[in-house]
């Protein structure tokens, strides 16, 4: 079964690290996605730009609108995500606990439904 590990963090929390800290951190993730690739596991990885380059987009009555940025108020941001390969929860639960840490960090494991 594939699942999705959404990370949440507080993007100030990787602004106020130390270059050397971000460095770290960058070498554990890295360390933790060359392990999925090399086992066949890993389907995506990626970090993602902070909030102030996202735009939420909705439909409303045919209508397109756009807003800059997100739009639910919340001190945790996605601020990356795996999709990956696990026999079950409890394999994947055990990759979100190797996911390197900063912050406040939250990750959310969910599986991932298959559409034919």
Sequence with gaps: MRYLLLL???ENAWEAMST???QSA???YNSLTTELASLGKLG???ALQPT???TMVRVRAGEVLTTDGPYA???EQVGGLYIFD???LDEAIKWAARVPSYGNMSVEVRP???MN
Aim: aromatic letters at 8%; a negative charge.
């Design 8 to 10: 949440y963090c507080e």
């Design 73 to 75: 108020e919340t001190k």
């Design 86 to 88: 696990a026999e079950d």
């Design 26 to 28: 960058f070498s554990a």
């Design 44 to 46: 995506a990885s990626n």
């Design 112 to 114: 991932i439904m298959e």
């Design 20 to 22: 050397e800290e971000q």
């Design 52 to 54: 102030t380059t996202a």
